[in-house]
């Protein structure tokens, strides 16, 4: 579908290397987000829906719970296994939604829009390398927080914008690894504060939003949403699918963001392998 010019990319077209501010990043994150709520929230739920559906299925209900008394043995050494599982699911999709967002969000910066169609179409085109990459940055990370949790956590800074490296330069899985931490150098410490204070934000919502909707169960006469798994199962994925999209959404305005800082690149020489 056609790509329509709109306004309010702050950043676009910047005549100087914009700085690689903290707060600049979050509320443009924000800001291109709920401009382009649409397309990217229906983008993030098609892409993680699997989560969704993994989790009903595996996720035991109360009943079940009662009939076994609680948590039997073989529950909790499934539960382990499905819990590992999800959460690789969920690192995988993830990424495959970033590169999806990538696209739409380079396309918001230059002044333009992008359809649900042309976002998926060209997040798919880099889905392999994006895979393998998201395992990659897993292992890594968690190799490196075996040892200790700062080695980790400066693993995770190196490794940030990979996943736009891979969608547009292109250079190949292992180069991706290397210019990310090429472009993050010099900037981890805010790179970790942006995912820090996001991932604060994300739970702090969360836990409101099941503040509210356990109040709601317990006046109709429930005890909390916790009595309602599918509910609660629910309405934590709708959340995280949100935070998943504005999480994405700050990785590519990111690395846009270290490239014209790092570089003097603009978003037109950005966007230029999107034409």
Excluded: H
Aim: hydrophobic share 55%; aromatic share 10%.
């Amino acid at each position: 579908m056609a790509e329509t010019t709109m306004p309010g990319a702050t950043l676009a077209g910047a005549t100087t290397a914009p700085e690689f501010r903290i707060g600049k990043i979050i509320i443009e994150a924000f800001a291109i987000l709920f401009r382009n709520i649409v397309p990217f929230g229906l983008l993030t739920l098609v892409v993680t829906s699997p989560l969704l559906v993994f989790s009903l299925i595996t996720t035991p209900s109360v009943s079940e719970l009662d009939a076994s008394g609680g948590m039997s043995p073989d529950m909790a050494t499934s539960l382990v296994f499905t819990t590992f599982a999800g959460f690789l699911l969920q690192i995988l999709l993830y990424n495959v939604a970033t590169a999806a967002l990538v696209f739409g969000t380079v396309q918001d910066l230059r002044g333009q829009r992008a359809s649900f169609g042309d976002c998926l179409r060209r997040g798919l085109a880099t889905v392999f390398p994006v895979i393998v990459i998201s395992i990659l940055v897993f292992l890594l990370v968690g190799f490196a927080s075996l040892l200790l949790l700062i080695p980790g956590i400066i693993v995770f800074t190196m490794l940030w914008v990979a996943i736009p490296v891979a969608v547009i330069e292109r250079p190949g899985i292992t180069a991706s690894l290397g210019r990310s931490r090429q472009l993050t150098k010099g900037f981890r410490w805010r790179v970790l504060a942006i995912y820090v204070l996001l991932l604060i934000l994300a739970l702090v919502i969360g836990g409101l939003i099941g503040l509210v909707f356990g109040a709601g169960a317990f006046v109709g006469g429930g005890t909390g949403i916790a009595d309602f798994p599918t509910i609660a199962i629910v309405v934590d994925y709708l959340v995280q699918a949100f935070f998943t999209a504005l999480m994405a959404v700050a990785v590519a305005v990111g690395y846009y963001a270290l490239r014209s800082s790092k570089e003097g690149v603009d978003i037109e020489q950005i966007a230029a392998v999107f034409d």
